[in-house]
Each structure stands twice: as C-alpha cells, then as structure tokens.
C-alpha cells in the first residue's frame, strides 16, 4: 500500500509558475512508476505527466510540453511537477498516482494508488 499526499497547489495568474509536489509513504516508492493526473470540470481525468521508478523516462501531454516538467527524488519518496507558463486552460484538480509498474506507463488502470487531490486556478 501506498499513501499519496499532493501540495503546491493555488491560485495563480497566467504566465505564472506553480510547483507541486507528492509525497508518499507506505511501501517502497522508487518501485513505483508515477504520474500527475487532472480533472476539470465537466470533464474526464486526464494524464497530465508520467516519469519511470527511476526517473530515466517521461512522458507529457501535448498541451503542456515544454512547459511542465516532472522529477521525482526517491530518496525523499517525492515526485513533482513544475508548470510554467500556466494558462487558463490549466484550471483543474491535479491529483498524483501510483503505478503497480516500475517501467514508464500512460496506461491510467495501471495507476493503483492516488492522492487526494490539489486545486490549481489560473486566473486572465
């Protein structure tokens, strides 16, 4: 089992940076494939950012590639995302997961374990 604790989320205005991190406990994270999810409004969760167990893979939507990075530190059980040039069309909740798999995966049913979720508003 593992427990997932998002922060860094608020309210922010366009073209400005936000960074959110998730910590986990429980069982061993550096097994553990991750990624950054989000959900809008009337809209389905997507996948935002996905990063391998040891960091040596990425994955990122096409709406924000080149703007949003994530990174993780296994030593301090931490994964991140820094968003940049954050836009209107961000606004969602931002949630963190694990995956049961170690290797880099977009696949969402592979992701068994989930944080409560992080409210990011970006203000025109």
């Known amino acids: 089992q593992v427990q997932l604790v998002e922060s860094g989320g608020g309210l922010v205005q366009a073209g400005n940076s936000l960074r959110l991190s998730c910590t986990a406990s429980?069982?061993?994270?550096?097994?553990?494939?991750m990624g950054w999810f989000r959900q809008a409004p009337g809209k389905e969760r997507e996948l935002v950012a996905a990063?391998?167990?040891?960091?040596?893979?990425?994955y990122y939507l096409d709406s924000v590639e080149d703007r949003f990075t994530i990174s993780r530190d296994n030593a301090k059980n931490t994964a991140y995302l820094q968003m940049n040039s954050l836009k209107p069309e961000d606004t969602a909740v931002y949630y963190c997961a694990a995956s049961r798999l170690a290797v880099l995966t977009t696949t969402p049913n592979t992701y068994l374990y989930w944080g409560q979720g992080t409210q990011v508003t970006v203000s025109s």
């Open positions: 429980g069982r061993t994270f550096s097994s553990n494939a």
């Open positions: 990063i391998s167990s040891n960091g040596a893979r990425t």
